[in-house]
């Protein structure tokens, strides 16, 4: 039997990566800021807790899945969070997609205390998850990425790691969504110019995707983007907001002029006020399409 592993965050991502660990025979202590989630996991065996703090066990991993910087946070350093929990030889794999900046902290937190900050966030939607299809980024101490490969290996489809700076792996990542947004927008462009032209949006996208776009990217997204099925949400658009706040942050503190991403932060601006925050963040095509007088 594998050891026990305590995991955060129970949404979109973060419940069927916590089926797979069950599958691979992990024991699991799973905390969720709204129980009911845990429901499905709890009567595959899973422990539900009721607070944060009760998923570590000293020297063990936890695993967190959570929304962004203010959650993490709070399910570490706030009143019921794990950070004092976790004790020497702990390891926290933080696999949510936030900033350097919180990634830094937590170190610098964990290493007075004996234990490691791994930073793994994942690429890779619901379904991939389910699938153990998730491509992980790591950094942070060489030990502590070496005990949780498995945990990884039992998450994913290969693990490509960054070295030992805390923050480098969520650097990474944000540089990737940064450019899964670019290709969102172009498609959405490319598609309504063919569409006004009398070209169904489906054609040239399958067209693209079958040759010179052949990728993940273009042909899953291209997809979406070309049927306008923006609902129900895989990703979020409030969390597709926070990314490309996280881009801007981290292009302002190293003095990176990202002109494209100021104006898809644009994009995610208006459709959060219009409403479109628990849409798909490829709702961002919507704009696009408005634009061009379609809708
Ligand atoms: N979805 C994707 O395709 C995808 C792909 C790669 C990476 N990511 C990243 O993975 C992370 C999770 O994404 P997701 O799509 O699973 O998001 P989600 O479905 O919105 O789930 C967010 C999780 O965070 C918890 N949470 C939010 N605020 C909290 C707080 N203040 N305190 C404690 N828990 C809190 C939620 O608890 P409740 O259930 O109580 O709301 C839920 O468990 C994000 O960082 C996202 O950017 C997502």
Redesign the pocket.
């Known amino acids: 039997m594998s050891e026990a592993v305590g995991f955060v ?6 419940l069927p990566m916590a089926h797979n660990l069950l599958r691979a025979g992990y024991r699991l202590r799973v905390y ?3 129980p009911a ?1 845990a429901a499905a996991l709890a009567e595959q065996g899973a422990e539900l807790v009721g607070r944060p703090a009760d998923v570590a066990a000293p020297g063990g991993i936890v695993i967190t ?4 910087d ?2 993490l946070e ?2 570490t350093l706030g009143a019921d969070g794990f950070g004092e929990q976790l004790g020497p030889g702990g390891v926290h794999l933080s696999m ?3 900033s350097p900046a919180i990634a830094q902290r937590l170190a610098a937190h964990y290493q007075a205390r004996g234990a490691a900050y791994v930073a793994a ?6 379904d991939a998850a389910a699938a153990r299809k998730l491509w992980v980024c790591t950094s942070g101490p060489q030990a502590a990425k070496e005990r949780v490969r498995p945990v990884l290996d039992a998450l994913g489809q290969g693990i490509f790691d960054f070295g030992a700076a805390p923050e480098a792996a969520h650097v990474v990542k944000v540089a990737g969504n940064f450019l899964i947004v670019s290709a969102m927008e172009a498609m959405a462009e490319a598609f309504t110019l063919a569409e006004k032209h009398g070209i169904e949006r489906g054609q040239i996208a399958s067209m693209l995707a079958q040759t010179i776009f052949a990728c993940p990217i273009y042909q899953n997204y291209g997809k979406m983007i070309a049927e306008e099925t923006y609902a129900p949400a ?3 658009l409030a ?1 597709g907001a926070k ?1 490309l706040n996280l881009v801007l942050d981290a292009a302002s503190t190293a003095r990176v002029p990202m002109p494209f991403a100021s104006l898809l932060h644009d994009r995610m601006l208006s459709a959060l006020a219009k409403g479109r925050a628990d849409m798909d963040w490829t709702a961002v095509g919507l704009a696009v399409s408005e634009d061009a007088g379609l809708k």
């Open positions: 965050g129970l949404g979109h991502m973060g969720n800021r709204t989630k899945m959570v929304a962004n203010q959650a709070a399910v949510s997609t936030v966030p994942v690429f890779g939607r619901p895989g990703f979020r969390l990314d």
